[in-house]
């Protein structure tokens, strides 16, 4: 049964109404799955709710007034996801399996707005059950793979076009030679010899990587074969990145790929076709040996032109590919920086020909700015060691323009974070009283919350001066989520999920984001439980 905690009074009303109306509806026995799965989003926290085929949209209406929006979704939920920019919901179904019956329900995809009026935008029939979902940054394209039905093809994709809702979701099969997608990366517009712009759909299965031209999906896909290990086994794609190149030349849009346990790295350049072929490109590849096996890869604009920089901690360096030719140029790095990611367009002041890279590891304690310009008549050298307390396993961006060029760096284990200035270069400690907390940014940038899950305790970070507010609610906490207000404000939903006598239960505190006081916070129990009251 689904637990709400209410009055003695509310007990004899309900006592009442099961007397006198008969049986309770049956999904008043509908237990919650614990753990719950919950997303924030703009305006609103999703609740995914399988037991009852549904998600429950959780908003703020004004001051703590909680409202809930329960949305059908299809039977039998697989997995849920957020877009980008927390703006919308996918959440994908299997159905019923295996049909039956005509009206048994088909496998689906349901696409649900996360603002402050929560509603679904869409819903599409698929054919068979699948479990990949994959969500295009720019909000144009949902993919889905992963088959898991009775027979299978690993190789089908089911392309959806969120641009409109009335498009049949479009099936297209890869060619393949033993491999499946597992991973798609989305491409922004590349410049292409034949034809104009175009993004590409980049899927990498366990032993090659195939480019699905999204202008034309049902066009003849480009599949690139991988050399062989030493071993004499299929190499395995570990990582890839794309750049358009020099805005004016059409010719030179390329695509890297990092091979696992390989010291060398894949060049794929989207060049001209030969002048018999129809094609809006034709593929090219080069292969570099960088060295020692990298742990990433970038392209990076440098004085002296594009680049593909592959970080290689076993050497304590990163090698530097010129796509053209593939001449590379050793970089020396005090400590073996694993990860790297560009942060030029975060800088105020940027620079205009080249780019500034963020260097970074979960082995390494601190983090390095990389210059990828002219240092005192010396390229690529100028690389800057910063000393904060911890290493990095993860770095979180900042939404919006206003704090884009602050970074919070987050620790595998230690009990303290750290917010990094980009412009100033400038790192601050953030001490909490326990290792295990985990961070989350407000939508709108303004704010970050550090929540210790299964305590009573978080905290907000204001980002405009850093000064922390510790609270702490009556129950523990199992997630916090900012989200805006129906009323222009902005709330703080700190989630409750408890597993107890057998079965679960989901409640909620609201806050006021902006000025969060235990004092002034309003307990919502039951959430799951027929509705809010």
């Known amino acids: 049964m689904r637990f709400l905690r209410t009055s003695s009074a509310a007990l004899v009303v309900a006592s009442a109404w099961l007397s006198g109306c008969g049986d309770r509806p049956d999904h008043w026995d509908k237990t919650v799955e614990l753990p719950v799965k919950q997303l924030g989003l703009t305006g609103s926290v999703a609740v995914v709710d399988p037991s009852l085929d549904r998600v429950l949209m959780l908003g703020v209406a004004s001051g703590q007034n909680l409202v809930s929006t329960p949305l059908g979704v299809g039977k039998n939920i697989v997995t849920a996801v957020a877009s980008p920019d927390r703006g919308t919901l996918f959440v994908l179904s299997r159905g019923v399996q295996p049909r039956r019956n005509p009206e048994d329900e088909r496998p689906s995809l349901t696409v ?206 990163a090698t530097l590919v010129d796509p053209s030719t593939t001449v590379t140029e050793t970089v020396a790095f005090e400590r073996p920086y694993s990860r790297l990611t560009r942060v030029t367009d975060s800088v105020t002041n940027k620079p205009i020909q080249s780019d500034v890279a963020l260097l970074w590891s979960n082995s390494a304690v601190g983090v390095a700015f990389w210059s990828l310009g002219k240092t005192s008549g010396t390229p690529f050298r100028s690389v800057d060691p910063y000393d904060i307390g911890i290493s990095v396993a993860r770095v979180t961006n900042v939404p919006g323009d206003k704090y884009a060029h602050l970074k919070i760096l987050e620790s595998a284990s230690a009990p303290e974070f750290y917010i990094l200035d980009l412009d100033k270069r400038q790192s601050f400690p953030m001490l909490t009283n326990a290792s295990g907390f985990t961070l989350d940014v407000s939508p709108d940038g303004e704010r970050a919350w550090a929540l210790r899950p299964g305590t009573p305790d978080f905290a907000s970070i204001t980002l405009s001066d850093l000064h922390p507010t510790s609270l702490t609610v009556e129950r523990d906490v199992s997630a916090v989520h900012e989200l805006a207000r129906r009323d222009g404000g902005r709330a703080v939903l700190a989630i409750h999920a408890v597993y107890r006598d057998g079965h679960g239960a989901l409640g909620a505190t609201v806050l006021d984001a902006l000025a969060p006081d235990t004092a002034k916070s309003r307990f919502y129990p039951g959430l799951m439980f027929g509705g809010l009251r």
């Open 112 to 317: 649900i707005d996360g603002g402050l009026e929560p509603k679904r935008l869409a819903r599409y029939s698929l054919t068979d059950p699948l479990q990949g979902l994959a969500i295009d940054p720019e909000g144009e394209w949902a993919v889905v793979f992963d088959a898991g039905g009775i027979v299978v093809n690993p190789n089908e994709l089911i392309l959806v076009n969120l641009k409109d809702a009335k498009a049949e979701p479009l099936s297209k099969t890869i060619r393949s030679f033993g491999g499946r997608p597992e991973r798609l990366t989305f491409t922004s517009e590349l410049a292409v010899p034949n034809g104009a712009p175009r993004r590409l759909l980049i899927v990498e299965t366990g032993q090659d990587v195939t480019l699905v031209d999204l202008s034309a999906p049902t066009s003849d896909e480009v599949t690139i074969p991988l050399p062989k290990t030493p071993t004499g086994q299929p190499g395995k794609p570990a990582q890839v990145d794309f750049h358009d190149g020099d805005p004016d030349d059409p010719t030179d849009a390329r695509i890297a790929i990092r091979l696992a346990n390989d010291p060398n790295v894949m060049l794929a350049e989207l060049g001209t076709p030969p002048s018999n072929e129809d094609k809006p490109f034709r593929v090219t590849l080069n292969v570099a040996d960088v060295g020692g096996v990298p742990s990433d890869i970038a392209f990076v604009q440098t004085d002296g032109g594009l680049r593909l920089a592959a970080l290689v901690p076993s050497g304590y360096r």
